[in-house]
């Protein structure tokens, strides 16, 4: 089957470095999607990883090993409004668009 | 990358009534999804809305429940039919770009039904 495995929940302090982590298994492997999700509102778009290592983008960064099956997004000096949902989802064949998403991180940061 | 608008923002309605949800993309794309998020859990995919021919449903979900059109490459419908109070949900379209790349959530269309 295809299964994605994420933390429910993670807390972090206001400044810090914290590492959310993302292992899967699925029959194909076609890219890995980082997604935020505040409360109440819609998912938006954050990283694509397709090959092994390290994409930085501001104060986010994502990681993959595909032969590990394993990816992490890390966000560095961290401030109230990261606090959301982090959803990792795969892409599992190129021949369509479909997503398997997990069931997302809920990062609670304290001041 | 793309702008999307879903009416309504949000209904309540009533059990055995149906609600149309539209999704409008301000340019073309390939693909367009529909999506169910029940509260505090992750996104569940429905169907796959196909230009010009029938949309392509999950496990789970069936075209009598959730009917679907795409009649042009920019705009498609979700129909909530006969509806009972598990059909409570977030309901959010997606679109995938020429690039390939990433997906687009449109704001998501908060369904409660009683």
């Known amino acids: 089957g295809q299964n994605i495995d994420q933390p429910t929940e993670m807390t972090a302090t206001e400044g810090a470095i914290v590492q959310i982590n993302c292992t899967y298994q699925?029959?194909?492997?076609?890219?890995l999607f980082w997604y935020q999700q505040h409360a109440g509102e819609a998912p938006t778009f954050l990283s694509y990883?397709?090959l092994d290592g390290l994409e930085e983008k501001g104060r986010f960064s994502s990681f993959l090993s595909r032969s590990k099956g394993y990816s992490y997004l890390l966000l560095k000096e961290l401030q109230m409004k990261d606090s959301a949902s982090y959803l990792c989802a795969v892409s599992p064949s190129d021949s369509n668009y479909q997503l398997i998403w997990g069931a997302g991180t809920k990062l609670i940061i304290k001041p | 990358s793309a702008v999307i608008s879903q009416k309504p923002s949000r209904d309540i309605c009533q059990r055995g009534t149906s609600l149309t949800i539209q999704c409008q993309v301000d340019?073309?794309?390939?693909?367009m999804f529909w999506y169910r998020q029940q509260p505090g859990q992750s996104l569940t995919l429905i169907a796959t809305?196909?230009?010009?021919?029938?949309?392509?449903?999950e496990s789970g979900f069936v075209i009598d429940k959730f009917p679907i059109s795409r009649p042009n490459l920019t705009f498609s419908t979700l129909t909530v039919s006969n509806m009972s109070p598990e059909d409570s949900s977030i309901y959010l379209c997606?679109?995938?770009?020429?690039?390939?790349?990433?997906?687009?959530f449109g704001p998501g269309t908060r369904l409660t039904v009683l």
């Open positions: 990883n397709v």
């Open positions: 340019s073309q794309v390939t693909m």
């Open positions: 809305a196909n230009q010009g021919s029938e949309a392509t449903y």
């Open positions: 699925t029959s194909g492997f076609n890219g």
């Open positions: 997606s679109v995938e770009t020429l690039a390939g790349d990433e997906q687009f």
